[in-house]
T-cell receptor
Framework: AQSVTQLGSHVSVSEGALVLLRCNYS??????LFWYVQYPNQGLQLLLK??????LVKGINGFEAEFKKSETSFHLTKPSAHMSDAAEYFC??????????FGTGTSLTVIP | NAGVMQNPRHLVRRRGQEARLRCSPM?????VYWYRQLPEEGLKFMVY????????ESGMPKERFSAEFPKEGPSILRIQQVVRGDSAAYFC?????????????FGPGTRLTVL
């Protein structure tokens, strides 16, 4: 069975500071990994995804994530936070022929 | 190039009434997924459909909930005899390719409130 754990339901960073949102997964087979962002009253928007190949994945808006198999992690980072990054972020995992499993989300606050 | 469309955006029902939520996938997409988001929780998979077929409904409650994706028209998520616990945001997503590995594009959601 697959599952996703996002450590920290709320994260606050200062504008210009590093953003680090943690995601650990559990999967019995090689997973596909995703990060989505949700702005208030909107649907989810794909930030980036890992399927195969390079373990460092670059996404939109300056975000990137690194797949670390040994740590079963897929943490999301951005070198310098912007006010517009304030949103809810969801990590998700899927395997071929199976469902999408979402984490419970991390709410990012950016302090001016 | 319209994205995934959902209507209504907000729906209020009294206990015992029926709720019908509609989802029009992106143009060219034939795979539709429904998710439910409860307050302070992540999205929970409900059902995956292709045109005229339910592929995976393992996340659907056994009673009162049904979904369809007819040959023509939007996908419909139907909740009969709603209860307060059904209050949630319901999101639809669509993809053009293989289930769960292809990128899913999400609609803005329907927020259901049961009084």
């Amino acid at each position: 069975a697959q599952s996703v754990t996002q450590l920290g339901s709320h994260v606050s960073v200062s504008e210009g500071a590093l953003v680090l949102l943690r995601c650990n997964y559990s999967s019995s087979v090689p997973p596909y990994l995703f990060w989505y962002v949700q702005y208030p009253n909107q649907g989810l928007q794909l930030l980036l995804k890992y399927t195969t190949g390079a373990t460092l994945v670059k996404g939109i808006n300056g975000f990137e994530a690194e797949f670390k198999k040994s740590e079963t992690s897929f943490h999301l980072t951005k070198p310098s936070a912007h006010m517009s990054d304030a949103a809810e972020y969801f990590c998700a995992v899927s395997v071929v022929g199976n469902q999408f499993y979402f984490g419970t989300g991390t709410s990012l606050t950016v302090i001016p | 190039n319209a994205g995934v469309m959902q209507n209504p955006r907000h729906l209020v029902r009294r206990r015992g009434q029926e709720a019908r939520l509609r989802c029009s996938p992106m143009k060219g997409h034939s795979h539709v997924y429904w998710y439910r988001q409860l307050p302070e929780e992540g999205l929970k998979f409900m059902v995956y459909l292709q045109k005229e077929n339910i592929i995976d409904e393992s996340g659907m409650p056994k009673e009162r909930f049904s979904a369809e994706f007819p040959k023509e028209g939007p996908s419909i998520l139907r909740i009969q005899q709603v209860v307060r616990g059904d209050s949630a945001a319901y999101f639809c997503a669509s993809s053009g390719g293989q289930a769960f590995t292809d990128t899913q594009y999400f609609g803005p959601g329907t927020r259901l409130t049961v009084l």
